[in-house]
């Protein structure tokens, strides 16, 4: 079965600094890549998808995805946050062509300082 | 676009009670459907897969008789707790993918409480 690792749980920045999430996944087939984020008290919103092609992957609010994959991995990046990216972030794999159901990473919570 | 509109927005519930949750797909219809748990400051897990027309599929460790799902139509999935306990408190969400972006769509999730 397929897995997610996030490995960090908890960044914080000031803002106008990079920001770089990590994310692998387990999984020896195909997949789709996701990362997702929570505003606090909102439902979860699509920052960007990974299905094919160009493995660098840009997305809403100013986000990219690079998929590596010889390492299992789909990191989330940012030139320059800004205070409103303070959010939770999952990173998500569906297997494809196996069944449709998208796993969750643990998350990464992030906080941006004025 | 694929709207899920997940109802209610949360619920109280007594202890040993039963709640039912639903998950009706507004523009689309949703052959299979997804049920997750979120903790607090925690991921999403996924509990079952909702299959319209038959069985739901559930995880390891997730109790089928206690969390009951029934996916009558193409547009409707019901979750319910059944016998709820104060460890069931927990905030739901729906999922259902969107078959021409291959994306997926959420719910607003439903906030349980059992006192």
């Known amino acids: 079965a397929q897995s997610v690792s996030q490995h960090n749980h908890h960044v914080i920045l000031s803002e106008a600094a990079s920001l770089e999430l990590g994310c692998n996944y387990s999984?020896?087939?195909?997949?789709?890549l996701f990362w997702y984020v929570q505003y606090p008290g909102q439902h979860l919103q699509l920052l960007l998808k990974?299905?094919?092609?160009?493995?660098l992957v840009k997305g809403i609010k100013g986000f990219e995805a690079e998929f590596i994959k010889s390492k299992f991995s789909f990191n989330l990046r940012k030139p320059s946050v800004q205070w409103s990216d303070t959010a939770e972030y999952f990173c998500a794999v569906n297997a494809r062509n196996r069944d449709d159901k998208i796993i969750f990473g643990k998350g990464t919570r992030l906080h941006i300082l004025p | 676009g694929a709207v899920v509109s997940q109802h209610p927005s949360w619920v109280i519930c007594k202890s040993g009670t039963s709640v039912k949750i639903e998950c009706r797909s507004l523009d689309f219809q949703a052959t299979t459907m997804f049920w997750y748990r979120q903790f607090p400051k925690q991921s999403l897990m996924l509990m079952a897969t909702?299959?319209?027309?038959?069985?739901?599929?559930?995880e390891q460790g997730v109790e089928k008789d206690k969390f009951l799902i029934n996916h009558a139509s193409l547009t409707l999935s019901t979750l319910t707790v059944t016998s709820a306990h104060p460890e069931d408190s927990s905030f739901y969400i729906c999922s259902a993918r969107i078959l021409t972006s291959g994306g997926y769509t959420f719910g607003s999730g439903t906030r349980l409480t059992v006192v």
């Open positions: 909702s299959n319209e027309g038959s069985k739901a599929t559930y």
């Open positions: 990974y299905f094919s092609g160009d493995p």
């Open positions: 999984y020896g087939g195909t997949v789709n």
